[in-house]
Nanobody, 120 residues
Framework: QVQLKESGGGLVQPGGSLTLSCAASGSYFAINTMGWFRQGPGDQRELVAAVTSGGRSNIAVAVKGRFDISRDNAKNTITLRMNRLRPEDTAVYYC??????????????WGQGTQVTVSS
């Protein structure tokens, strides 16, 4: 089993920045792909960004150029740096991880989620 612990959510003004972190732990084979999804009120959960252990990444069009994902393989952690945040970025952000190479993270383990609210 894989446990994922997220941190870093909160309230930020439009145009501001926020960083989310996720740490994986538990008994598992090597995790290949990790990433972030988000789900806004009334919306379906959508992929925001993913990164493989080899460093390949997939960034959603809606956040490309504003969000960046990075990974520390030694610590099994990922970081999502979110810049120039907009009200439409408001959502619960979920960490996800898979033992497979899958930049779409179709069947991942899930974290509990952390709330990000962008509002003045």
């Amino acid at each position: 089993q894989v446990q994922l612990k997220e941190s870093g959510g909160g309230l930020v003004q439009p145009g501001g920045s926020l960083t989310l972190s996720c740490a994986a732990s538990g008994s598992y084979f090597a995790i290949n792909t990790m990433g972030w999804f988000r789900q806004g009120p009334g919306d379906q959960r959508e992929l925001v960004a993913a990164v493989t252990s080899g460093g390949r990444s997939n960034i959603a069009v809606a956040v490309k150029g504003r969000f960046d994902i990075s990974r520390d393989n030694a610590k099994n952690t990922i970081t999502l740096r979110m810049n120039r945040l907009r009200p439409e970025d408001t959502a619960v952000y979920y960490c996800a991880a898979s033992i497979e190479y899958d930049l779409e993270l179709k069947s991942p383990y899930w974290g509990q989620g952390t709330q990000v609210t962008v509002s003045s």
